[in-house]
Protein backbone atom coordinates (compact mmCIF):
# COMPACT_ATOMS: atom_id res chain seq x y z
CA UNK A 1 0.00 0.00 0.00
CA UNK A 2 0.73 3.77 -0.47
CA UNK A 3 1.63 5.75 2.30
CA UNK A 4 0.19 8.61 0.66
CA UNK A 5 -2.42 10.43 3.07
CA UNK A 6 -5.99 10.66 0.75
CA UNK A 7 -6.02 15.31 1.47
CA UNK A 8 -9.11 16.97 0.08
CA UNK A 9 -9.04 19.68 -2.78
CA UNK A 10 -11.28 22.70 -1.92
CA UNK A 11 -10.75 26.04 -0.09
CA UNK A 12 -10.73 26.04 4.08
CA UNK A 13 -13.59 27.93 5.95
CA UNK A 14 -11.35 30.94 6.25
CA UNK A 15 -10.88 31.36 2.63
CA UNK A 16 -13.23 31.37 1.99
CA UNK A 17 -14.24 34.34 4.26
CA UNK A 18 -11.26 36.27 3.22
CA UNK A 19 -12.89 35.50 -0.66
CA UNK A 20 -15.89 37.15 0.19
CA UNK A 21 -14.97 39.93 1.97
CA UNK A 22 -12.79 40.85 -0.73
CA UNK A 23 -15.68 39.88 -3.25
CA UNK A 24 -18.00 42.48 -1.18
CA UNK A 25 -15.18 45.74 -1.27
CA UNK A 26 -15.27 44.76 -5.04
CA UNK A 27 -18.48 44.91 -5.71
CA UNK A 28 -18.82 47.85 -3.17
CA UNK A 29 -16.19 49.80 -5.46
CA UNK A 30 -17.68 49.17 -8.40
CA UNK A 31 -21.38 49.46 -7.73
CA UNK A 32 -20.54 53.14 -6.48
CA UNK A 33 -18.84 54.01 -9.67
CA UNK A 34 -21.82 52.90 -11.27
CA UNK A 35 -24.12 54.92 -9.49
CA UNK A 36 -22.26 58.31 -9.50
CA UNK A 37 -21.61 57.96 -12.94
CA UNK A 38 -25.38 57.03 -13.39
CA UNK A 39 -26.79 60.32 -11.86
CA UNK A 40 -23.68 62.64 -13.76
CA UNK A 41 -25.46 61.21 -16.75
CA UNK A 42 -28.69 63.31 -16.61
CA UNK A 43 -26.80 65.91 -16.27
CA UNK A 44 -26.25 66.44 -20.12
CA UNK A 45 -29.96 65.49 -21.34
CA UNK A 46 -30.95 68.23 -18.88
CA UNK A 47 -28.55 70.66 -20.05
CA UNK A 48 -29.66 69.84 -24.05
CA UNK A 49 -33.35 70.03 -22.82
CA UNK A 50 -32.32 73.03 -21.00
CA UNK A 51 -30.74 74.79 -23.80
CA UNK A 52 -33.59 73.94 -26.49
CA UNK A 53 -36.08 75.28 -23.71
CA UNK A 54 -34.26 78.67 -23.17
CA UNK A 55 -33.79 78.81 -26.98
CA UNK A 56 -37.63 78.60 -27.68
CA UNK A 57 -38.46 80.89 -24.98
CA UNK A 58 -36.56 83.91 -25.69
CA UNK A 59 -36.92 83.48 -29.24
CA UNK A 60 -40.72 83.57 -28.39
CA UNK A 61 -40.13 86.89 -26.31
CA UNK A 62 -37.94 88.56 -28.69
CA UNK A 63 -40.57 88.52 -31.70
CA UNK A 64 -43.11 90.71 -29.37
CA UNK A 65 -43.17 94.06 -29.44
CA UNK A 66 -40.77 95.91 -27.03
CA UNK A 67 -43.32 97.59 -25.12
CA UNK A 68 -47.44 97.61 -24.99
CA UNK A 69 -47.27 101.24 -26.09
CA UNK A 70 -45.54 100.84 -29.27
CA UNK A 71 -47.33 100.35 -32.87
CA UNK A 72 -48.15 96.13 -32.64
CA UNK A 73 -48.09 96.38 -36.70
CA UNK A 74 -44.69 96.65 -36.70
CA UNK A 75 -43.26 100.32 -36.37
CA UNK A 76 -45.05 103.25 -37.45
CA UNK A 77 -44.20 104.20 -34.29
CA UNK A 78 -42.30 103.31 -30.88
CA UNK A 79 -43.29 104.78 -27.52
CA UNK A 80 -41.31 107.12 -25.90
CA UNK A 81 -41.21 108.97 -29.66
CA UNK A 82 -41.92 112.51 -29.99
CA UNK A 83 -44.61 111.03 -32.43
CA UNK A 84 -45.57 108.98 -30.24
CA UNK A 85 -49.26 108.86 -29.02
CA UNK A 86 -47.69 106.94 -25.26
CA UNK A 87 -45.00 106.91 -23.52
CA UNK A 88 -43.35 103.98 -22.32
CA UNK A 89 -43.95 102.13 -19.40
CA UNK A 90 -42.92 102.80 -16.70
CA UNK A 91 -40.77 100.41 -14.43
CA UNK A 92 -43.03 99.87 -12.01
CA UNK A 93 -45.88 99.01 -14.65
CA UNK A 94 -44.21 96.33 -16.41
CA UNK A 95 -45.65 92.85 -16.28
CA UNK A 96 -49.13 91.30 -17.66
CA UNK A 97 -51.02 94.31 -18.68
CA UNK A 98 -54.54 94.11 -19.39
CA UNK A 99 -55.03 93.30 -23.14
CA UNK A 100 -57.02 89.88 -23.81
CA UNK A 101 -57.99 87.42 -26.08
CA UNK A 102 -60.77 85.12 -26.08
CA UNK A 103 -60.83 85.52 -22.00
CA UNK A 104 -56.96 84.90 -21.73
CA UNK A 105 -54.51 87.56 -21.27
CA UNK A 106 -52.20 88.20 -24.69
CA UNK A 107 -48.33 88.53 -24.59
CA UNK A 108 -47.98 90.80 -26.85
CA UNK A 109 -44.69 92.62 -25.64
CA UNK A 110 -41.68 91.63 -23.81
CA UNK A 111 -42.69 92.42 -19.92
CA UNK A 112 -45.96 90.10 -20.45
CA UNK A 113 -43.64 87.31 -19.84
CA UNK A 114 -42.91 87.98 -15.74
CA UNK A 115 -43.64 85.72 -13.78
CA UNK A 116 -42.58 81.92 -12.53
CA UNK A 117 -43.61 79.04 -14.88
CA UNK A 118 -43.92 75.51 -13.67
CA UNK A 119 -43.46 74.49 -9.80
CA UNK A 120 -43.71 77.12 -7.44
CA UNK A 121 -42.03 75.45 -5.23
CA UNK A 122 -38.66 76.38 -7.32
CA UNK A 123 -39.19 80.10 -7.76
CA UNK A 124 -37.21 82.13 -5.63
CA UNK A 125 -38.03 85.85 -6.74
CA UNK A 126 -41.64 85.97 -5.38
CA UNK A 127 -42.57 86.27 -9.06
CA UNK A 128 -45.98 84.86 -9.99
CA UNK A 129 -46.42 81.82 -10.70
CA UNK A 130 -48.43 80.29 -13.50
CA UNK A 131 -48.20 76.65 -15.08
CA UNK A 132 -45.72 76.13 -17.66
CA UNK A 133 -48.73 74.88 -20.22
CA UNK A 134 -49.35 78.47 -20.38
CA UNK A 135 -46.19 79.88 -21.54
CA UNK A 136 -45.15 76.51 -23.97
CA UNK A 137 -48.03 73.95 -25.39
CA UNK A 138 -49.42 71.60 -23.59
CA UNK A 139 -47.88 68.69 -25.42
CA UNK A 140 -44.10 70.63 -25.21
CA UNK A 141 -44.95 71.39 -21.33
CA UNK A 142 -45.28 67.25 -20.62
CA UNK A 143 -41.29 67.07 -21.87
CA UNK A 144 -40.46 69.27 -19.66
CA UNK A 145 -42.42 68.70 -16.66
CA UNK A 146 -39.26 68.69 -14.25
CA UNK A 147 -38.43 72.03 -15.37
CA UNK A 148 -39.12 75.95 -13.77
CA UNK A 149 -38.79 79.02 -16.17
CA UNK A 150 -38.63 82.39 -14.13
CA UNK A 151 -38.16 85.39 -16.18
CA UNK A 152 -37.68 88.30 -15.33
CA UNK A 153 -37.24 91.82 -17.72
CA UNK A 154 -36.38 95.16 -16.67
CA UNK A 155 -35.37 98.23 -18.44
CA UNK A 156 -31.08 98.48 -19.21
CA UNK A 157 -28.40 100.57 -20.49
CA UNK A 158 -26.59 98.21 -22.90
CA UNK A 159 -23.51 98.48 -20.12
CA UNK A 160 -26.46 96.54 -17.83
CA UNK A 161 -27.00 99.76 -15.45
CA UNK A 162 -30.76 99.54 -14.36
CA UNK A 163 -31.96 103.16 -15.26
CA UNK A 164 -35.34 104.44 -15.16
CA UNK A 165 -36.71 104.12 -19.14
CA UNK A 166 -34.51 103.41 -21.99
CA UNK A 167 -34.55 102.48 -25.32
CA UNK A 168 -33.56 98.57 -24.31
CA UNK A 169 -35.02 96.10 -21.74
CA UNK A 170 -33.07 93.31 -20.21
CA UNK A 171 -34.75 90.08 -20.26
CA UNK A 172 -32.93 87.24 -17.62
CA UNK A 173 -34.74 83.70 -18.41
CA UNK A 174 -33.91 81.50 -15.58
CA UNK A 175 -34.42 77.67 -15.98
CA UNK A 176 -34.42 75.18 -12.51
CA UNK A 177 -33.58 71.62 -14.25
CA UNK A 178 -35.38 69.43 -11.66
CA UNK A 179 -32.49 69.28 -8.53
CA UNK A 180 -29.75 68.98 -11.16
CA UNK A 181 -28.85 72.48 -12.14
CA UNK A 182 -29.84 75.94 -12.78
CA UNK A 183 -29.19 78.02 -15.98
CA UNK A 184 -29.60 81.57 -17.41
CA UNK A 185 -30.00 83.53 -20.67
CA UNK A 186 -30.01 86.93 -20.93
CA UNK A 187 -30.85 88.89 -24.06
CA UNK A 188 -31.80 92.39 -24.89
CA UNK A 189 -34.94 93.68 -26.48
CA UNK A 190 -34.32 97.17 -28.19
CA UNK A 191 -37.11 99.96 -29.19
CA UNK A 192 -37.11 99.54 -32.77
Not at 31 to 52: D, E, I, M, N, R
Amino acid sequence: MNGAVNRQKGFTLIESIIGIIILGFALLILVTGVFSSASKSHQATYQSQAATLGHSIMTDILSRQFDEHSDPNGGAYRCGEVSAPDACSSPNELGRDSSQENGSPTFNDVDDFIGCWGEAAQCTSGLASYPLNRLIDSSSADEYKNFTVEINVAYADVDNRVTVITQFKKIDITLYASNHAQYTFSAYRGNY
